[in-house]
């Protein structure tokens, strides 16, 4: 069950995490945009990104700030390193930013705007608790999902980006992970894994 504490919690640090966003893409230089569009595999004509759909853009984003490295280090954690919070909220927003991970989860089970969710990859993890008003009123148990999970207390509350994909196609989507990781050259294993459901995605996304 969610209180009220830990919505009020999740909209303030929802609202926090957006504004946060908009100063962390000012440390994002141009050449960093040309190369995470290469390594999605999003089209360019010239100088302009020719995105599929509006979607695009909130992936793209997403994949700069948290999963795209330089020298280790990725937006989140390089404007940290640089900038001191403004305030209070600010501050507890990017260490929950530093904090966060991605990975594949299954729903398996939903509870008011509460989502209880099995990590595919991390078998032996407890299971997570996840705080999404809009998806807690259309997710169905056995659903996956490609998440990165911020905490919020005790909760975790979404980056802003979900790959979704349909409870049938869990064994072909582990299959085809595996595969097209293994193709993929560039960075760690954040970097692998995003590029890799950023492509699957497109291919059997919901």
């Given at each position: 069950?969610?209180?009220?504490?830990?919505i009020?919690?999740?909209?303030?640090?929802?609202?926090?995490?957006?504004?946060?966003?908009?100063?962390?893409?000012?440390?994002?230089?141009?050449?960093?945009?040309?190369?995470?569009?290469?390594l999605?595999?999003?089209?360019?004509?010239?100088?302009?990104?020719?995105?599929?759909?509006?979607?695009?853009?909130?992936?793209?984003?997403?994949f700069?700030?948290?999963?795209?490295?330089?020298?280790g280090?990725?937006?989140?954690?390089?404007?940290?390193?640089?900038?001191?919070?403004?305030?209070?909220?600010?501050?507890?927003?990017?260490?929950?930013?530093?904090?966060?991970?991605?990975?594949?989860?299954?729903?398996?089970?939903?509870?008011?705007?509460?989502?209880?969710?099995?990590?595919?990859?991390?078998?032996?993890?407890?299971?997570?608790?996840?705080?999404?008003?809009?998806?807690?009123?259309?997710?169905?148990?056995?659903?996956?999902?490609?998440?990165?999970?911020?905490?919020?207390?005790d909760?975790?509350?979404?980056s802003?980006?979900?790959?979704?994909?349909?409870k049938?196609i869990?064994?072909?989507?582990?299959?085809?992970?595996?595969?097209?990781?293994?193709?993929?050259?560039?960075?760690?294993?954040?970097?692998?894994?995003?590029?890799?459901f950023?492509?699957?995605?497109k291919?059997?996304?919901?």
């Open positions: 069950v969610v209180n009220l504490s830990n009020e919690k999740y909209i303030k640090m929802r609202e926090a995490g957006m504004a946060a966003n908009s100063k962390l893409m000012k440390y994002v230089s141009k050449d960093m945009m040309n190369h995470a569009v290469k999605l595999g999003i089209r360019m004509q010239g100088n302009t990104i020719l995105f599929d759909n509006e979607e695009e853009t909130s992936y793209l984003m997403n700069l700030l948290y999963d795209y490295k330089i020298n280090k990725n937006t989140v954690q390089v404007y940290q390193e640089s900038h001191r919070a403004n305030t209070e909220i600010e501050n507890e927003v990017i260490n929950s930013m530093r904090s966060s991970y991605s990975s594949l989860f299954e729903v398996t089970s939903i509870r008011g705007f509460t989502i209880s969710l099995r990590d595919l990859f991390r078998e032996t993890d407890k299971p997570k608790k996840l705080i999404d008003v809009a998806f807690s009123m259309t997710a169905s148990s056995g659903t996956l999902l490609f998440i990165r999970l911020v905490p919020v207390g909760r975790y509350m979404t802003g980006v979900s790959f979704i994909f349909r049938e869990k064994q072909y989507l582990l299959r085809r992970y595996r595969k097209i990781s293994k193709k993929i050259q560039a960075g760690d294993q954040d970097m692998k894994q995003y590029i890799a950023f492509k699957l995605n291919e059997c996304g919901e």
